[in-house]
């Protein structure tokens, strides 16, 4: 299933500082995804990032250790939302259709509870959610036991 209306959807050009502000303002949000006037996925703003960002800001020691240099002064210094994507980040999305199995190696990769879907033209249509990949874990897991019991 995918959700039509994903967490955030921030424009590439607003400030960092904006996005992170509206992302604190809903508690339900999953994540970040940066879109041109296009629709067109630019970036996603992951979890880890949103953290590593926070923790700079409370100048947590375990952060400076934990996280390369390089990410943390990306992030410290990102004045619009784009230049605090991951560079490789939009490679993240999926299309409708694709196999879970791709979603689930992007949520691993990228530390994300949720991934895009986009279209065949790259724009965003809405997210993939892990609580959906799990449930279709289940399922799958369901089926096989009630086959093996005949």
């Excluded at 299933?1 to 424009?11: E, G, K, L, N, W």
């Excluded at 997210?127 to 093996?148: G, P, Q």
Aim: glycine fraction near 6%; charge should be neutral.
């Amino acid at each position: 299933m995918i959700d039509r209306t994903p967490s955030i959807v921030a424009d590439p050009d607003i400030s960092f500082l904006e996005v992170l502000r509206r992302f604190a303002k809903h508690a339900s949000a999953r994540g970040v995804f940066v879109v041109d006037r296009n629709q067109r996925l630019v970036g996603v703003l992951t979890r880890q990032d949103l953290l590593a960002w926070a923790g700079v800001i409370f100048g947590s020691e375990w952060f400076v250790r934990r996280f390369p240099a390089a990410r943390l002064t990306r992030l410290a210094r990102a004045e619009p939302a784009r230049a605090a994507c991951r560079p490789d980040s939009h490679l993240t999305a999926v299309r409708p259709g694709e196999a879970i199995d791709v979603a689930l190696a992007d949520m691993v990769a990228f530390d994300l509870i949720d991934v895009p879907v986009v279209d065949e033209r790259g724009r965003l249509v809405g997210d993939l959610r892990l609580t959906e990949v799990v449930a279709k874990a289940v399922e799958i897991a369901e089926d096989a036991a009630s086959v093996s019991r005949g």
